[in-house]
């Protein structure tokens, strides 16, 4: 009966100890890590259309150069899970729209993201586009007679949701501050600290690239060229 006794004090240091580590294993597993993407790594991202990057007093600069039909700027690794995206843009001409798609990837089985060859035809990749799955955010897209819209891209053919602004929110040549969430069955963007598009998503997306696009437009029959500049780029995630 002693012995017994003995046994099961011996146990229960053993089951509070498991119960510590379970606690404490549950109240970090939601915690993200952040990871800080330097301007210097932001130049080694894949490229795609006719566009280039530089980078000037710490800023990265993106822009398109003569017959471009929009650039892309595409993450090299991706991100499953939570994540959230935060970083300063400046859009550095009258008809920079911006646009970031999240959590691309070819399929909804899929993290990777097949990107088109340096070559390919610019209907391509529209049809490229068209049929990743993706969040799309489009948010400064007033040179182009838009407002800024939202929507969950699942096939060329199926969108889950599309909402849209009434009004527009950006001015050229102005700093503002993005946040871009997707955490705990819902996704959101912000703008200066001010919601602009929130939605419940209980079947979000398992993860995938971020990709950053600028387009120009035209005004008063004159093509003009996107141009903007991102500062400090962060990159919460799982």
């Known amino acids: 009966?002693?012995?017994?006794?003995?046994?099961?004090?011996?146990?229960?240091?053993?089951?509070?100890?498991?119960?510590?580590?379970?606690?404490?294993?549950?109240?970090?597993?939601?915690?993200?890590?952040?990871?800080?993407?330097?301007?210097?790594?932001?130049?080694?991202?894949?490229?795609?259309?006719?566009?280039?990057?530089?980078?000037?007093?710490?800023?990265?600069?993106?822009?398109?150069?003569?017959?471009?039909?929009?650039?892309?700027?595409?993450?090299?690794?991706?991100?499953?899970?939570?994540?959230?995206?935060q970083y300063k843009i400046k859009a550095l001409s009258e008809a920079s729209v911006l646009i970031v798609l999240f959590s691309a990837s070819d399929n909804s089985e899929s993290l990777d993201l097949t990107i088109p060859k340096e070559n390919t035809k610019n209907e391509d990749i529209w049809q490229w586009r068209k049929e990743m799955n993706h969040y799309n955010l489009t948010f400064n897209n007033k040179s182009h007679g838009y407002t800024p819209f939202f929507y969950k891209n699942i096939s060329s053919l199926e969108r889950d949701f599309h909402i849209r602004k009434q009004e527009n929110i950006m001015e050229p040549n102005q700093w503002v501050t993005i946040k871009i969430g997707k955490k705990d069955e819902k996704v959101w963007f912000s703008l200066n600290d001010t919601i602009i598009f929130e939605r419940a998503d209980p079947s979000s997306l398992i993860g995938g690239h971020i990709v950053f696009r600028i387009s120009g437009g035209t005004r008063e029959e004159k093509d003009i060229l996107a141009k903007a500049s991102i500062k400090d780029l962060i990159i919460h995630h799982q």
């Open 1 to 85: 009966m002693i012995k017994h006794c003995i046994k099961k004090l011996k146990f229960y240091p053993f089951i509070i100890l498991l119960i510590l580590v379970i606690i404490v294993t549950g109240c970090t597993s939601n915690k993200l890590i952040e990871e800080k993407i330097a301007p210097e790594e932001l130049l080694t991202w894949k490229t795609l259309g006719k566009g280039k990057t530089s980078i000037k007093e710490q800023e990265f600069i993106i822009e398109e150069i003569d017959s471009s039909d929009g650039f892309f700027l595409i993450s090299p690794i991706s991100y499953q899970g939570d994540m959230v995206l």
